[in-house]
Each structure stands twice: as C-alpha cells, then as structure tokens.
C-alpha cells in the first residue's frame, strides 16, 4: 500500500525530502508538454452519449496517457501535471541527454497516438493527434500543507517554455525551445547518465497526506471501487505567473486554498506553473458528493478572491468519471467530462478578478449570489454551442425572516412536534434546555424548525433565527448578526450606532468590553478596554458570557428560543461559540434549537427525525402535486411515490413533482427511469460516499440487483463479506440508518435498498467496469443457490457477454412461462433469438410463437411469423403452423387459419395424435366462425371418431369439447353441453385439471346462452376454484372477464370488482389483449361509462398499440357515439369516420354500423337535415344483422329527435324486447328516458369469492386503465 501512496508523489518530491521539509527545489530540467489535439471535439460527441460516453472517453484517455506515463517513466521522466488533454514531464539532469530521452519520449508519444487514432467508440472512430513542445529551464517544485494535507507544487520557466513550444506545434509535430535547441544542435550526449537519487523514507502518514483519505480507503479495497460516475462542479483558477522570489507567496496562497476547498469537503487537485500562469484544479463532489457543491465551489473561489483578487477562475458542473490515471509508479486522480473542459475555458475567457460560472453552477447556486451584468452567451473552443456564462459578483446574503411564510404543511411528525413543545414548555416554566434535529438532507429538519419558530412566535418568545448556509464560512458574522439582531430588533445589521445603543442597553455595566462583540458581528465598535493584550481563550470566555448575558437578559422580560438551521455548516469557531452560549443558557429561559446532520453532541438531547410513514408520505406528494399545478392527484400517486421513493420528504416532494412534470392526463405513470433533480442525486451519493468499504460493497451489490436479494447469495457473491454472519453484521447499521431494509419474501428475509431513487442513484454512478463485476458475482451467486433463472437472467442480461446470455435466457423464459409471466418470457425469447442458429434458432422462435399468442399478441405473431418450408416435416414446422392457425383464428384471418390448421393436421396426421387433434379443433374453430357450421360438425365428428378408434382418451376429450363448440356455435346448446359433459367426465377420469378448467368454461357459456345465468356463474365459479388450487393464473384472469362480462350483461353490482381482479390478473401475466377486452367490457356496464369519451378514447389507443385494428376500430365507434351525445361533434365524425373505414376493409359490419349512428347523432346534433339523416337511421334499423339492442337503440334516438308518440311506442316497445335479451343497467336507463317504470333487474347472482361491491368504481377503473397503459409503455420499451 506504501508503494501505492507513493505513486501520487512527484518523484522531485520524494528524492530530495520536500514532503515533509517545507524547502523549495529549483533545477534546470528539461521538460516536455503534450496537447491532445482533437480531445475536446471527442469530449463533446462521447458527452452525448451519458455515463456510458463519459466513462468510454475516461476509459481511452488514461489507457493513452498511462502509455504515455509509462514512456516516460521508463526514460527517468516525471509526471508532474496533467490537466484533462494535456500532460507535463520533467527530466531531471545534465542537459544533452534529458534532451535526447525527450525526444525518444515524444517520439513514441506520436507512434502511440498513430495507433490509437481508428480505435472504435460510440461517437465513432477516434482522431486524435498530439502536438508536444520541448524546453530547458529552471523549474521550482515545493509542497504546501494544510489541514493534514500535502499538495505539490511545480512553477518555473522551464514549464512556461515548454507550453509556448507546444502552443506553436502543428499536430503531429514537435518543437524544440530554443533553450534547448543547442543540445539539440551539437548532437553529443553527455556521458554522465541520469543518477536515480534515493529519497528519505516517509512515513506512511507522510505519504497520505497526498491523497483524499477515502481515495486511499477504496484505493485499499480494489481500485475499481476510485472509479465512479458522479456529478462534481469542477474549478480551474489562473494565478498571475509567478517569479522564483515569488514562490513563497504563491505556497501561503495555496495553503489559504487547501484550507478553505478542505473546509468545504473538495479536492485540490493539483497546482502547476505554465502557458497560463499558475493554474489550480479543484473539484467538489469527487471523492464525497453534496447536494450544494456548487454553491460550496463558489464560496471557495470567492474567499480565494478575497485573499487574491487577480485570480480568474471558470466554474462549471456536470457529469464526469473520475478514476486514477497512470500505474504502480505514477496515480494522479483524473476527472473526465464536458463540464471540465467548459470549466477550463471559462477560465481562459476570464479576467482577472473574475469568476465566470455556466449556467448549471448558476441554477443551484443563484439564491445566495450576486450577478454582475446579464447573462452572456460564448462559443467556447470544442464546443458546438454557446455557453450562458454568469459573473458571479459576490454573496446575496437574506437574513430570516422569523414571521409566519407560505410552506409546506407539516404532516406526521407528532413525536417531535411533542419534543418541541416540551422544549417551548420548559423555557417558559424557566428550565430551559437545548435539542438537535438530526437526521438526513431532506428529511424534514428545517420544517420541524419553522414549525417550532412559529409556535413559539405566537406564544410571545423573543426569537433569534438563523440559517448557517445563508452565510460563507469561515468567520463569517451572519450567524450571530441574524441571531442577536432578530432578538434585540436591531433593523441595520451593518450599522454600529444601532448595535451600540442595543448592546449598551441590556449591557449597561460592560462598558469598553462590548467592543470585543464588534469581530462576532462584523462592526467596529471601537477598541476594547483592557489593560493588557488578552489571550484568545480569554476574549472567547469574555465574549460568550456577554452573549449569554444579553441573552438572559432578554429572556427575564419574555422566554427566548435560538434556533440554528444547518448547523453543520457553521465553521469550527462560530460553531464553538454558538455551542458554548447554548451551554450557558441551559436552566434559564431559552430554549436551543439546532438542526444537523449528523449527531455531534453527546451531552444534548437529540432527536433523530426519520422517515414518513407510508399515508403521510401519500399527503405530501398529493400536496406537493397540487402545489406543481397538476390539480388533482391521480389514484397511483402515491403507490408510485412509495415505490420509488422513502418517506424523505425531499424525496418524495421530487418525486411528485417529476411524476407530475411527465404525466399526461389519460397516460399510465412515466416510466421509473425518469432523471430527478442534481441536487437529489448528490445528496443520496453523499450518503454512500461516505460508508466504509464494507458497507459500501453491500450498497454496490444491493444496487446490482433489482429485487430483494436473500443474504446468502450476497455473501456468495462478495469478495469482502465472506459469510451470511458478515453480511448480516454489515447490513444492520444500514438498516438503522434505513438505506437498507429487510423485506421477507417466499418465507425468507431478503435485502434491497430503502427505495428506487437511492439505488438508481448508486447504480448510476458505479463504473461499468464495476457493474460487471458485480452483476457477474450475482449471476454466480444466484446459480450457486439454486435462484429462479429469470432472477439470474437479469444479470446476464447486463453483461457484455453473449455465452453467458445463451444458457441462462432460453432458461428464464422457460421459467417465466411456468410461472405465466408471458410478458418476461417473450422478452427473454426475442433476446435470445440473436444469439443462437440453426436448430436451435428454430426452436427458440416456435417457443417465441407459441408464448406470444399465451401472451395475447397474435396480431404480433401474424406480423412477424414467417411460414416454414413447404419440405419442412419435422415437429418444430407442425408447431408454427399450429401456432400461425391459432393466430389467424385470433386475428379474423380466417381463410389463411384455415390453409395453416390444414397444413400442421397434414404434418401430424401419423406422428403426433395429439398436436393433430388441436390441429383440427383449431379448423373447427375457424369453418364456425366463418359460418360453416356443417364443416365444424363434421371435422369434429371425424375427430372424435378417429379418437374412438384409437382408444385415445386424451384425443376423444379434445374432440369432444371441438365438438361441442361447433354444435354451441350451431344454435344446439343442449346437445353442445352432452359433449362437453363427455369432455369433463373424460377430464376427471384423467385426473387433468387444466382440460377440467377449460370445459368448465365451455359448459358455462353454454348456460349463458340458454338463459341459465345462475348456473352460469355457478360453473364460472368451480373453473375458477379448481384453476386457483392448480396455479393456474392465466385462467384465473380469463374467467373472472367472463364473469364481469355475464354480469354487465345483468346490470349486476360486482361488475366493477370482477373487471378490477381480471385486468390486473391479466396484466400480470403479460396478456395485454386480454386485460383490454376486459376493459371494453367494463365500459359498457354502465351508463356513466359507456358515455365516457375520455375513457373510450384511452381504450382506442391502448388497442391500437397492440396492433389490435378490429377492437380499436370498435372502441372508436363507440367513442364516435358517445361524443355525439356528449356535443363533442368534431371528435364524434372523425372517430366516426376512422372507424368506418376500419370496419369496411375489415368486413365488420357490426362495427360499421355502430359509426354510422356516431357519425348520424353528430350530424343531427349539428343541425343538418333531420329528414335525411331520419332516413338514414331508417336504413341503419333495417340492416339484417343488427340486434335486439341495436334495433331499440336507434328507435330511441329517433324519438330524441322527433318526440313522435309513435316513435315513442316503438322505441318503448324495442327496449322491452332488448331488456328481455340483455336486462343491462344500460337498457334500464333507456325506460327512464322514455318516461316508462324501469323494470326490475334479474336475481343478484351471488358474489365472486373474495369479491365485493366497490362504491369507487371510476376510481377502480382508472387504476386499472393505468395498470394495463403502463405495461404497455414498458413492453414497447423493452422492445
């Protein structure tokens, strides 16, 4: 690990003892620059591709420049600055053969650039060439310290040389420095080779001083664990260049930097003389994010300002890949991104004592700071559009307001809201004491603050408030201004006359001593009196008790609460004295509030504010919903917000609003992948950033997985946590901490992260190296334990490893479709199909066939199904013609079902009496739909007699049950129900449930359409009985359609919850198809839906992604006819006309004529001839094909229009005949327009089990209409 720690050490550094020694090194040296042409173009096209382009531009660039590093390292060179396309080396030693190894070295700098340019990446092959400059002169290397870190220092002429020869260089080319063109020219090489000088030992201490402690602790653990995709706001400041006398203030500047950038969490990443002066990198948000790096990036520069206002500095954030560039003898930490090539040129725009920042630092910071001028827009060089460029001018600094503000509701929290008025409570009784809010960013710390500020306002307290990061750090007086001045009423905070006449006033004996105030407040209030210059400690004790005095003061007139919000950001000493006041007003009557982060006093109660519970997390996204301008809530709001969210309001608030920004009215929730705000995901990184490597290698491997992961695998799968014990000591200060929880699944405790933001949130920054890592140890741990291979094909889908994706995707899809998940089984299906040929390309794609009709998408199976070879006799062709005959019969495609059944009954007629048996029910199917009843009859007859013959019980039942469709399609339902009778009895004797469950079915359709719906639902409801013992899902949402269907026909009141149980049923197992059949029927069930436009129009457009013409075609009659009714007129003659031209080249006459009354109530209702269109109506009534209803239906509309009595008779008379056919809640509202008694509804049949009458029925329709848009979104993104 030394050696390591050593690598980030400048060689000069460590062979002459300037790590710890605080001397200067200055040496002639011959140094090289190198400029990666080409590489900012490439930043801007990879940038386009996110993470993966990032991290594929990182990944190129430290493989160059670590050959580079390697190159040079190998000729005794020394990597001593690299800035994102550039590199500087020096070369210690005699002048004639550093030149010489120089030049080696550029050489094969410009041969690897040859090789590299070509190599393929997602914006394309790379082009890159490099343009090196060479020179001699003094360069002056030395280490600054601070705050326990080590940064080096290079700066001299031989630097700034080399950068003005590579600035002249054309790509390609090197140009030597005239300082060391004279070695160049004489061409002798000094004998005297260079002498490897062995530094001093360091300490390990010494050497990581160098490197971010928690670099070192996940360099320790793997060094895939320094690589990550983060957001940091990245800073290149330009000092003047500086003279060698000048050095030693250059050093105490940058000790000023690393002491204000550390204070702040960032990273100096490194400091170096050249064509630019002196530049500093700094970058905030690598190693540790937080939610407010840029506003802590600003905050450095601008104290950096203060201290030097000739620095110019650009400041941008955006999305980079960090990792370590280099090998065992060189690391230096590297950032790759646009944002920091945009930071670099914002800097070179920059004037001294400018700090320009692009837009994305200015959004997240604008709140605290002060523009100078309007916004300007710039074409930076390497970039293909210009940049909005803000100057920033200083802090805007608002004091708090301790009056009641608009806010967000406080909901819950009745636990600490008791602990605030226990703390109000005891100030007011004079036993003051003090509390800290802790908990996470977001949680609700500063709500519960206003909270407290507001009740103790109206109780009469004197209030002293303040916001720590409204104020810089580092001795700033806002803190104590906001608090003292709230409390004393002093209205200008920057005017000593008032600070004065108040101070003096609860402070009439201090006399001289308040001037010790002035410092804490940021005025002058003249010199204290003392008789000799007081030691620091003792002017604190002096200042605290006369803070404390004034305080108490105060509160013997009336009760006082200080209140601190985000105390963490208060510096050391502010914090100190704040403290110590607190401390001092303990048992008078204040109370103290502070909020924190993190509990950092173990003398003072704390109260840990945690998260939401379910309800009230529901409140606040519903509020936070409102408040975004959505109205409203939908139904699913607050499931979705669980699902991908804690109960962190901050979360959940984000959540909402994102949802909300996303949502369409009528449109299923946006997809899950939807970004959320920068700030959200630091501030969940920062969490993880700071875990040990334990528990952060839990976190990572919890990220990897989609769904709860048992403790075992976990344990199989790390390298760190070796045992189930391991990773059971690990978890539970996460799930203390709630960035774990422990869920039981199938009867075992399984882990996942607490919600979907925060491992998206990990998983996205993760390397895709160490995705792969992590998703490959799953994959094996999941195999090892006996996992469900769809879990396992999760990961394998992920990796870049197609053997891998052969074995385990044909397996997840056989798993899936055991457990009829036939939306992940033909997924898993269509992945494979790439991947394998021949044989087993054949089987793969007759699986896929056979899953997708399973699945409902026989329209799919039609469209891309391709016919087998007319030679091809073999199993695999009978199953896709069986498969192309069963979608034909599907899709109405009855002629080219017929050729398919005939074909696959041809290819199994002595092979398989089986698949031939369906073969011919499938043909019996299609002569009845076409109407030739005959031919079903005796196909089915020749099947059952062939089954006789063969004494084939399976067969004999097959046939039984294809001929009693054919005899039920016949208009002979008795007869049709001996058969089936025949075909349960066959079943029973069997033992074959699965066949029990279907002719179950057939005999209760039968009853349907002899009148007999008691008996009806009674064989409904044992199919359903006898399919739930046997797990048969599919079959479950099957038959609770039919039953909502049997109900709406009977206005019965379970129609709602029947519908509700069968699309959600249906959509769980990928039948789409069926889940909006169910609908459609649902919307017919009562007269508030089927006049529901809005409702038809979702349904028609559902069915159209499907592919589903015929039954879009019909939704959008009956959206025709419902907008008509409504005045919708326009929409009602183009959904009317649409779906008559659907229904003509369809052959669907049913459906035509239902547009044809769309578009007719339309037009009569905008005022076109009634005789005509009463004529129409007229035509559409005598149509042979049109039904009970339809006939009562349009007898009514011409009695709206008419008002005839003669109409009105026949219209009544129509409706009592349709009543007798179809006794709907629909038909009953007919007789109450009419002016009729409403006849009594048939018998209630008895309800489902375990279902009941739901008032909510929109409600329920809505969720379900949801459900089902949803995995229709989700299947055509997985396509």
């Keep these: 690990m030394d050696d390591l720690l050593a690598a980030f050490a400048p060689r000069r550094v460590l062979e002459h003892g300037l790590l710890t020694s605080g001397r200067t090194w200055t040496q002639d040296a011959t140094t090289l620059f190198v400029d990666l042409e080409g590489f900012t173009s490439l930043t801007e096209r990879l940038g386009t591709h996110g993470s993966r382009g990032t991290e594929e531009l990182s990944t190129l660039l430290r493989a160059f420049f670590a050959t580079i590093a390697d190159e040079v390292t190998d000729r005794d060179g020394d990597v001593v600055a690299f800035g994102g396309d550039a590199l500087a080396v020096l070369f210690d030693g005699p002048r004639a053969p ?74 390609g080319e090197v140009v030597v420095h005239p300082s060391a063109a004279s070695a160049a020219a004489s061409g002798a090489r000094d004998p005297r080779p260079r002498q490897r000088i062995p530094g001093p030992p360091y300490a390990r201490s010494d050497l990581a001083r160098l490197v971010s402690p928690l670099l070192i602790d996940r360099l320790a653990e793997g060094a895939h664990l320094t690589e990550s995709h983060r957001s940091v706001t990245t800073v290149f400041a330009r000092f003047p260049p500086v003279r060698p006398d000048g050095l030693p203030h250059l050093v105490s500047e940058v000790v000023e930097l690393l002491d204000v950038v550390d204070a702040w969490e960032g990273e100096v990443v490194q400091v170096s003389g050249g064509d630019k002066g002196v530049v500093a990198m700094l970058v905030f948000g690598a190693p540790v994010m937080h939610a407010d790096d840029p506003l802590r990036a600003v905050e450095a520069l601008l104290r950096l300002q203060r201290v030097r206002r000739s620095v110019a ?94 806010r967000p509701p406080l909901v819950g929290r009745r636990r600490e809201v008791a602990v605030l008025e226990t703390l109000l409570d005891r100030a007011a009784a004079g036993s003051g004491t003090r509390v800290v809010l802790c908990g996470e960013p977001g949680i609700g710390k500063t709500r519960l603050l206003e909270e407290a500020v507001e009740r103790a306002r109206t109780r009469g307290f004197g209030l002293g408030v303040t916001d720590a990061r409204a104020h810089p750090r580092g001795g700033s007086p806002g803190p104590w201004r906001d608090l003292l001045g709230g409390l004393l009423g002093v209205a200008d905070v920057q005017d000593p006359q008032q600070w004065r006449a108040a101070l003096t006033t609860w402070l009439p004996d201090a006399g001289g001593q308040i001037a010790l105030l002035g410092p804490r407040l940021g005025v002058s209030l003249g010199e204290p009196v003392q008789s000799a210059p007081a030691e620091s400690s003792l002017t604190d004790e002096l200042t605290h008790g006369m803070l404390a005095h004034i305080v108490r003061a105060v509160s013997r007139v009336r009760p006082v609460l200080l209140a601190v919000d985000n105390a963490d950001h208060l510096d050391v000493d502010t914090r100190a004295s704040v403290d110590a006041v607190m401390d001092q007003l303990v048992g008078s009557r204040t109370a103290s509030l502070m909020t924190a982060a993190r509990v950092a ?129 690990v978890a539970a200060p996460l799930v203390l901490a709630r960035h774990v929880e422990v869920v039981r699944v199938d009867g ?37 334990h006996g996992a469900d291979p769809v879990e396992v094909a999760e990961h394998a889908e992920v990796l870049d490893d197609p053997a891998v994706q052969r074995v385990w995707f044909p397996r997840a899809a056989t798993s899936a479709r055991r457990a009829w998940d036939m939306s992940a089984a033909v997924h898993y299906l269509e992945r494979a ?111 059952l007699a062939r089954a006789v013959a063969a004494e084939d019980s399976l067969a004999a039942i097959t046939a039984n049950a294809a001929l009693g469709v054919a005899l039920l399609r016949s208009d002979h339902p008795a007869e049709a129900a001996r058969h089936y009778r025949e075909a349960l009895r066959g079943a029973r004797a069997r033992g074959d449930v699965l066949t029990q469950v279907h002719v179950l079915s ?232 009419l002016g009729e008694p409403v006849p009594p509804p048939p018998p209630p049949l008895p309800a489902p089990a375990g279902v009941r009458p739901d008032e909510a029925a929109s409600a329920q329709i809505d969720d379900a209409f949801a459900l089902a848009e949803q995995a229709m979104l989700e299947r055509q993104r997985s396509e």
């Excluded at 059949?1077 to 006049?1091: D, G, Q, R, S, V």
């Design 98 to 171: 550093t030149l010489e190894v120089a030049r080696e070295a550029a050489t094969a700098i410009h041969q690897h650039a040859t090789r590299v340019s070509g190599t393929s990446t997602l914006a394309g092959p790379v082009e890159l060439r490099t343009r090196i400059g060479i020179a001699r002169g003094p360069v002056s290397t030395t280490v600054a310290s601070a705050r326990g870190r080590s940064l080096p220092i290079h700066v001299g002429a031989g630097l700034d040389l080399a950068g003005a020869a590579e600035a002249g260089a054309r790509p």
């Design 601 to 729: 006093h173990p003398n003072v109660e704390s109260v840990v504010v945690t998260d939401l519970s379910q309800p009230d997390a529901g409140t606040v996204a519903t509020d936070a919903w409102r408040l975004a301008g959505g109205g409203t809530a939908p139904p699913w709001l607050e499931g979705e917000v669980a699902r991908r969210a804690s109960g962190n309001p901050l979360h959940v608030r984000t959540v909402a609003m994102s949802l909300e920004a996303q949502w369409q009215p009528g449109s299923p929730p946006p997809s899950p992948a939807s970004g959320h705000e920068p700030s959200l995901t630091r501030l969940l990184d920062e969490a993880v950033d700071r875990l040990g490597g334990s528990e952060r290698e839990l976190v990572h491997l919890l990220a990897a997985t989609r769904r709860p992961c048992a403790v075992d695998v976990l344990a199989s799968a790390s390298r760190e946590l070796s045992d189930v014990r391991a990773v059971t000591d």
């Design 833 to 943: 199909r790439p991947l394998v040929a021949g044989a087993e390309l054949e089987r793969i794609e007759v699986e896929l066939l056979e899953t997708m009709l399973v699945a409902g998408r026989a329209q799919d199976v039609l469209a891309e199904a391709t016919e087998p070879d007319p030679a091809s006799a073999g199993t695999l062709a009978a199953r896709r013609w069986t498969a192309l005959a069963e979608a034909a019969y599907v899709c109405s495609d009855f002629e080219r079902g017929e050729a398919a059944a005939r074909r696959a009954m041809d290819l199994t007629a002595d092979r398989d009496e089986v698949a031939h048996q369906r073969a011919s029910e499938l043909l019996v199917l299609v002569r009845s739909e076409i109407g030739d009843m005959q031919g079903a009859v005796v196909v089915s007859r020749q099947m």
């Design 1002 to 1233: 057939d005999l209760a359709g039968c009853a349907f359409e002899t009148g007999a719906h008691a008996e009806c639902a009674r064989l409904l409801a044992q199919a359903r009985a006898l399919a739930d013992g046997i797990g048969y899902r599919r079959h479950l949402a099957f038959n609770m359609s039919n039953d909502a269907q049997l109900r709406a026909g009977l206005g019965d009141p379970h129609v709602a919850a029947c519908a509700a149980v069968a699309v959600r049923r249906s959509v769980e197992m990928g039948d789409l198809t069926a889940a909006a059949n169910t609908l459609h029927t649902w919307m017919t069930a009562t007269p508030e839906l089927i006049a529901d436009v809005d409702r038809w129009g979702r349904l028609a457009r559902l069915d159209r992604r499907l592919g589903r013409r015929f039954a879009a075609a019909t939704d959008e009659a009956e959206l025709s006819v419902a907008a008509a009714r409504d005045g919708r007129l326009t929409l009602a003659l183009s959904a009317a006309r649409a779906a008559e031209a659907e229904a003509e080249e369809l052959d669907q006459p049913r459906v035509r004529r239902r547009a044809r009354l769309g578009g007719l109530l339309a037009s009569l209702r905008a005022g076109e001839p009634t005789g005509i269109l009463l004529d129409a109506l007229d035509e559409l009534a005598s149509d042979p094909g049109a039904d009970e209803v339809e006939h009562a239906e349009i007898a009514l509309e011409r009695w709206r229009t008419t008002r005839a009595e003669a109409d009105r008779a026949s219209a009544v008379s129509l409706a009592a005949r349709a009543f007798g056919v179809q006794p709907s809640a629909v038909v009953r509202e007919w007789f109450e327009v």
């Design 748 to 784: 075992v405790d399984r882990l996942r992260l607490g919600h979907e933001l925060l491992r998206r949130a990990v998983y996205e920054s993760m390397s895709h190296a160490e995705r792969q890592r992590l998703h490959r140890l799953l994959l094996a741990g999941l195999e090892e």
């Design 313 to 406: 500095a650009g400041i941008a954030t955006g999305p980079v890949f960090a990792a370590l560039l280099g090998s065992r003898c060189r690391l230096i930490p590297t950032h790759t991104g646009p944002s920091v090539n945009t930071a670099a040129r914002l800097m070179q725009l920059a004037r001294p004592g400018d700090l320009l920042v692009d837009d994305a630092t200015w959004v997240e910071a604008a709140d605290r700071l002060r523009r100078r001028g309007r916004p300007t827009r710039h074409v930076l060089k390497g970039h293909g559009e210009p940049v909005t460029v803000h100057a920033v001018e200083g802090w805007h600094v608002v004091r708090p307001s301790t009056k009641a503000a608009a």
